[in-house]
């Protein structure tokens, strides 16, 4: 082989083992975040309650039970099942990627592309369904808060607190909001007729030397609420989060799109 000849098979032997190892390496961190997946859902399949105390997210022992009571139903459990089918199909996708890499496949590496292009499709269908619902979603989620709010004051003050509102409870606590809307949401009359609000709706708490949380009062002598809407807080804090998935998500698209052409 002449001089010349070496200068042109070279470069052309280097990008190949160059996109071989660059597909390797996408699919093994593919391969490894799916597995993670797996985990996870098996984990709250078997134990949501471990799961959600390991998450931090509710730090009330009665509320985290509470919550977790809620989502004992055969949809969560279904969901699980889904999610786990999915990400197991991809898992394997990930894997005939790798082997026909290795190996060196041209037939296992055209079915790998194959199947990223139909999933690539079907989740820029998905992304545009989303964006097409998500003002339904809005108004469906300000329902059922609405809706479970209602139940609010059915116990609120009492000793034997409901369900309902010892969730709303950690979510005033928790986001330092008041109702759906704003604090006139869950207004209710003590004995004497006088609309009040719950102290967790409280704008400036302190322990009191009981160790208990108690309410800074006003003037009159009635807790002075939070002006923050509950929906607000929440989805603010949705809105900060979403970069974080929205990033994750654009990352894995360019993964998916780089193996295609590598492939």
Known sequence: MTDKGRHKVFP??????????????????????????????????????????????????????KIVDQTESIVVTRAIYV?????????????????????????????????????????????YLATGYA??????IKAAMNATLRHYNDSVGKENKSDATL????????????GVYDHQDLAYKDDNGTN?????????????????LDCYMHKEDKVKPTEVSCYDAIFEVIERKSNIVIGIIFGLVLGQCLSIILA
């Open 196 to 212: 009040i609000i719950p102290e967790t709706c409280c704008a400036q708490r302190f322990i009191n030397a009981k160790g208990e």
């Open 12 to 65: 052309c032997i280097c990008n190949i083992c160059l996109a071989k190892w660059t597909l390797i390496l996408l699919n093994l961190v593919l391969f490894v975040a799916g597995f993670s997946v797996i985990c996870s859902a098996i984990w709250v399949g078997w134990n949501r309650h471990s799961f959600v105390k390991f998450t931090g997210l509710i730090k009330d022992e009665e509320i985290r039970s």
């Open 167 to 178: 969730i709303w409870d950690s979510i005033f606590l928790t986001f330092n909001c008041c």
């Open 135 to 140: 003002y339904n979603a809005e108004k469906e």
């Open 83 to 127: 999610i786990i089918g999915v990400v197991a199909f991809l898992l394997f996708v990930c894997l005939l990627g790798c082997c026909g890499a290795v190996c060196g496949s041209r037939c296992s590496l055209t079915h790998y592309a194959m199947i990223l292009l139909v999933i690539l499709v079907l989740e820029i269908i998905a992304g």
